[in-house]
């Protein structure tokens, strides 16, 4: 996963558990990608997720002194309340876009098969309590670690999550949305709701199949 790596391995959910695949040749610098070692993608998420933290902190060209050096200290996952918090706006979220016809989460109508494809089969998720408690856990593992909180993430990587889900740009803004009007539900400053929606949109490279 890769704003993060598995920010990936952990893009998504905030959407492995979300929705997830990777296109081009060139590997970007927010791009998710897979070492094979899960332990590996973990450390290197995390470092890069400080990284870019410190590089965000340092473009402001405020000295950090006083309480903005603290708050600079502190984690995006921290800020977002820790486990609580982020289980708060996966909570939210997941029911959210469960509803969501333009999400279309449970991938209605949707086919494996493709351009040289013969594999017609539908591709059906269903919102079993089995199957959401899953996603759950995994959408609130992947943003905890994308964040810089625990490196723990049990799911797939985002291309092996939603390979054959055919999954579209308007359905990825649409999970976009539901998203924001769960953060704004939550009332997550301006700051940290930037953060979080970039690491995020980080991901669409991995998800987005039919453009």
Same mark, same amino acid.
């Given at each position: 996963?890769?704003?993060?790596?598995?920010?990936?391995?952990?893009?998504?959910?905030?959407?492995?558990?979300?929705?997830?695949?990777?296109?081009?040749?060139?590997?970007?610098?927010?791009?998710?990608?897979?070492?094979?070692?899960?332990?590996?993608?973990?450390?290197?998420?995390?470092?890069?997720?400080?990284?870019?933290?410190?590089?965000?902190?340092?473009?402001?060209?405020?000295?950090?002194?006083?309480?903005?050096?603290? $708050?600079?200290? +502190?984690?995006?996952?921290? !800020?977002? /309340?820790?486990?609580? %918090?982020?289980?708060?706006?996966? #909570?939210?979220? =997941?029911?959210?876009?469960? $509803?969501?016809? +333009?999400?279309?989460?449970? !991938?209605? /109508?949707?086919?494996? %098969?493709?351009?040289?494809?013969? #594999?017609?089969? =539908?591709?059906?998720?269903?919102?079993?309590?089995?199957?959401?408690?899953?996603?759950?856990?995994?959408?609130?593992?992947?943003?905890?670690?994308?964040?810089?909180?625990?490196?723990?993430?049990?799911?797939?990587?985002?291309?092996?999550?939603?390979?054959?889900?055919?999954?579209?740009?308007?359905?990825?803004?649409?999970?976009?949305?539901?998203?924001?009007?769960?953060?704004?539900?939550?009332?997550?400053?301006?700051?940290?709701?930037?953060?979080?929606?970039?690491?995020?949109?980080?991901?669409?490279?991995?998800?987005?199949?039919?453009?």
């Amino acid at each position: 996963m890769n704003k993060s790596k598995i920010v990936m391995v952990a893009a998504s959910a905030f959407l492995a558990a979300s929705m997830g695949c990777r296109t081009g040749t060139e590997k970007k610098k927010d791009e998710f990608f897979t070492s094979g070692s899960r332990e590996a993608d973990q450390r290197a998420t995390q470092r890069m997720v400080k990284d870019q933290q410190i590089e965000s902190a340092g473009s402001t060209g405020a000295k950090p002194d006083g309480k903005e050096e603290g $708050e600079k200290k +502190r984690t995006l996952f921290e !800020r977002l /309340g820790g486990e609580q %918090g982020v289980a708060a706006i996966v #909570d939210d979220f =997941t029911a959210r876009a469960l $509803e969501d016809p +333009r999400v279309n989460w449970d !991938r209605t /109508g949707v086919k494996r %098969g493709g351009f040289l494809r013969r #594999d017609e089969s =539908t591709v059906l998720w269903k919102a079993t309590p089995e199957n959401v408690a899953t996603l759950k856990k995994h959408l609130v593992q992947f943003i905890a670690l994308a964040t810089g909180g625990p490196p723990k993430y049990e799911g797939k990587d985002m291309t092996a999550a939603h390979a054959g889900m055919r999954i579209s740009n308007p359905e990825f803004d649409a999970a976009i949305g539901d998203i924001k009007a769960s953060l704004d539900k939550l009332q997550i400053p301006t700051k940290e709701q930037k953060e979080l929606l970039a690491i995020i949109e980080s991901t669409r490279p991995q998800i987005v199949t039919e453009r």
